[in-house]
């Protein structure tokens, strides 16, 4: 198997069982969705676990301790692209209420694969780009092809690629080697590296459209 420098698979046992579940076609929508948050807790336990602690001084109802909680010092920008990474979105301001969500509006084209725009809520210019640290959201890195987008934008106005993570469920090493290529400092989590792509841009044996199977948008 290809060694990534800076691929960072998550192979919990439950991380294993869920996605199972969700890779199951008979799996509805509900149960799917379900399944996808509990992978989340453990991804995102991953893609943060460098975030930077400060000392405080509290009182607990015994006595006065020195315990740690999360340095302020960076914003932390969960940057969902729409419409299925926004699956991770719930989970993501759960465990860190004081992100800021900027969302990514991006579909794929069937034909060409690339990715067509049609909305983003990043500003023009950000103040002190190096202390932001972003977290891309997207179930599926196939093509590699939004992901480099999406990041791209953020890596434009100046965020050093090692503040920038791409979050995944399933990726083909398609998609991460054009990652890698273009962006070695972004670091890549995902719960499993499949096989390939098939002609239409599908990872094998992945889960087929994860927007429609999140959405219940499946057309039989
Ligand atoms: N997007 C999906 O939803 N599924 C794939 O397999 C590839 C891209």
Same mark, same amino acid.
């Given at each position: 198997?290809?060694?990534? !420098?800076?691929?960072?698979?998550?192979?919990?046992? /439950?991380?294993?069982?869920?996605?199972?579940?969700? +890779?199951? !076609?008979?799996?509805?929508?509900?149960?799917? +969705?379900? =399944?996808? &948050? +509990?992978?989340?807790?453990?991804?995102?336990?991953?893609?943060? $676990?460098?975030?930077? /602690?400060?000392?405080?001084?509290?009182?607990?109802?015994?006595?006065?301790?020195?315990? &740690?909680?999360? !340095? +302020?010092? &960076? $914003?932390?920008?969960? =940057?969902?692209?729409?419409?299925?990474?926004?699956?991770?979105?719930?989970?993501?301001?759960?465990?860190? *209420? %004081?992100?800021?969500?900027?969302?990514?509006?991006?579909?794929?084209? $069937?034909?060409?694969?690339?990715?067509?725009?049609?909305? @983003? &809520?990043?500003?023009?210019? %950000?103040?002190?780009?190096?202390? !932001?640290?972003?977290?891309?959201?997207? *179930?599926?890195?196939?093509?590699?092809?939004?992901?480099?987008?999406?990041?791209?934008?953020?890596?434009?106005?100046?965020?050093?690629? @090692?503040?920038?993570? %791409?979050?995944?469920?399933?990726?083909?090493? $398609?998609?991460? @080697?054009?990652?890698?290529?273009?962006?070695?400092?972004?670091?890549?989590?995902?719960?499993?590296?499949?096989?390939?792509?098939?002609?239409?841009?599908?990872?094998?044996?992945?889960?087929?459209?994860?927007?429609?199977?999140? %959405?219940?948008?499946?057309? @039989?």
């Amino acid at each position: 198997m290809t060694e990534y !420098k800076n691929v960072c698979v998550v192979n919990h046992p /439950l991380c294993c069982h869920n996605l199972s579940i969700i +890779r199951n !076609k008979e799996t509805n929508a509900e149960v799917f +969705r379900n =399944a996808i &948050k +509990r992978i989340t807790y453990l991804l995102f336990y991953k893609a943060t $676990e460098d975030l930077t /602690l400060e000392d405080i001084e509290i009182d607990t109802p015994l006595e006065r301790c020195r315990t &740690k909680i999360l !340095k +302020r010092d &960076k $914003e932390v920008i969960i =940057a969902p692209i729409l419409r299925a990474g926004l699956i991770f979105s719930d989970v993501a301001n759960e465990i860190m *209420p %004081f992100a800021t969500v900027r969302h990514i509006g991006m579909y794929r084209d $069937e034909e060409t694969l690339t990715p067509v725009w049609y909305y @983003n &809520k990043i500003p023009v210019e %950000f103040d002190n780009p190096k202390d !932001k640290i972003i977290l891309i959201l997207d *179930p599926m890195l196939a093509t590699g092809n939004s992901a480099i987008d999406a990041i791209k934008l953020f890596a434009n106005k100046k965020v050093p690629q @090692n503040n920038i993570r %791409f979050i995944s469920l399933i990726s083909a090493p $398609e998609g991460l @080697n054009k990652v890698q290529t273009m962006y070695p400092d972004v670091k890549i989590i995902t719960a499993s590296i499949d096989n390939c792509l098939n002609e239409y841009g599908y990872i094998r044996p992945g889960l087929g459209d994860a927007g429609d199977r999140i %959405f219940n948008t499946v057309e @039989n």
